[in-house]
């Protein structure tokens, strides 16, 4: 039948990297949650959820039926998506009070953190693509989660936990750095977003940090909060000036075009938007709040038009790496 055999095609086309449309999804149903728009956040929600089911079933028949191609696929940088992924709809499952779930989803990325981490760590080259940066999100996601329960929970193991992992992604981000190859920032098909999108992620989890210190557990003294304090502002001033950059660059050398990375630009908007949110929360900066809307927003109009690109090259049956 020709509408199975085009199934096929487009299944046998997925890659790791399509988890990024995942994040991408996820990201804006926590933002437009947090800016209360909340019915439209709900639809994000529904299709991040299907989506991911996706990227589950992908990865278990792979893993089951596909051993070779699933190993090497789990040694690329992409298949932290599958970690990241988790963790953002773990946070936003969360915000809707389903805690055991949240956990659930929790435990499962944890799970998987180690040894994708290590598959992929060990075969890191010189001159990497932007998806190098997925060692930090995927870490930074567990802490953002972890710090998430750890709020809702009143749980103070969890909250120490989520401090290890976020300190532990930012050496991450510096070994990931000195890989990445500084080229893809002119000339990246969308993945290079994600050296900024780690920034932001990470800021995010400091902000879920300091908001979980907030809540009348004693986690930390006021020395470790200046330090926590400083390090976060620093992450979302680094960010926003890694996204005007980024943006810079795209008007300096425009890639038009649908490419499944594309969605690996949209993230990091989208995350960007987030971390400015939960900083203005964090730290009691009202005015933080305009310039996070006006992030998300755009973030939204960048995923619809990405979102339809991916409908058209698949209508055209194309592979989208």
């Given at each position: 039948m020709p509408g199975i055999s085009g199934l096929r095609v487009w299944w046998a086309g997925r890659s790791p990297a399509a988890g990024a449309a995942v994040m991408a999804t996820g990201i804006l149903s926590v933002g437009l949650h947090m800016t209360g728009d909340e019915a439209v956040s709900r639809v994000a929600l529904v299709l991040t959820c299907v989506a991911w089911a996706v990227l589950a079933?992908?990865?278990?028949?792979?893993?089951?039926?596909?051993?070779?191609?699933?190993?090497?696929?789990?040694?690329?940088?992409?298949?932290?998506?599958?970690?990241?992924?988790?963790?953002?709809?773990?946070?936003?499952?969360?915000?809707?009070?389903?805690?055991?779930?949240?956990?659930?989803?929790?435990?499962?990325?944890?799970?998987?953190?180690?040894?994708?981490?290590?598959?992929?760590?060990?075969?890191?080259?010189?001159?990497?693509?932007?998806?190098?940066?997925?060692?930090?999100?995927?870490?930074?996601?567990?802490?953002?989660?972890?710090?998430?329960?750890?709020?809702?929970?009143?749980?103070?193991?969890?909250?120490?936990?989520?401090?290890?992992?976020?300190?532990?992604?930012?050496?991450?981000?510096?070994?990931?750095?000195?890989?990445?190859?500084?080229?893809?920032?002119?000339?990246?098909p969308g993945d290079h977003w994600i050296a900024g999108g780690a920034l932001a992620i990470s800021a995010l989890a400091g902000a879920n940090l300091l908001i979980a210190g907030d809540s009348g557990m004693y986690l930390w003294n006021d020395d470790d909060r200046g330090v926590l304090h400083t390090v976060t502002v620093t992450l979302l001033v680094l960010d926003l000036v890694c996204y005007v950059a980024l943006l810079a660059a795209e008007a300096v050398r425009p890639r038009p075009g649908y490419h499944v990375l594309r969605w690996a630009t949209v993230f990091p908007m989208g995350m960007t938007a987030v971390a400015t949110l939960s900083v203005a929360t964090a730290f009691g900066v009202p005015w933080l709040d305009w310039p996070g809307r006006v992030l998300l927003w755009a973030a939204v109009a960048v995923w619809l038009v990405v979102a339809a690109g991916a409908v058209l090259a698949a209508r055209a049956g194309g592979r989208e790496g």
């Open positions: 079933g992908g990865f278990v028949l792979r893993l089951v039926g596909e051993r070779r191609r699933w190993a090497t696929e789990a040694e690329s940088p992409g298949a932290l998506t599958s970690v990241a992924a988790t963790t953002v709809l773990g946070t936003r499952i969360s915000a809707l009070g389903r805690q055991t779930l949240a956990e659930a989803l929790l435990a499962l990325a944890a799970l998987l953190w180690p040894v994708l981490l290590f598959l992929v760590v060990r075969h890191w080259r010189p001159r990497m693509p932007g998806a190098v940066f997925l060692c930090c999100v995927a870490t930074e996601g567990l802490a953002v989660l972890a710090a998430t329960l750890a709020t809702a929970e009143r749980t103070a193991w969890l909250a120490h936990t989520a401090l290890v992992l976020f300190w532990l992604g930012l050496a991450l981000y510096g070994l990931a750095l000195v890989h990445f190859d500084a080229r893809q920032v002119l000339e990246g």
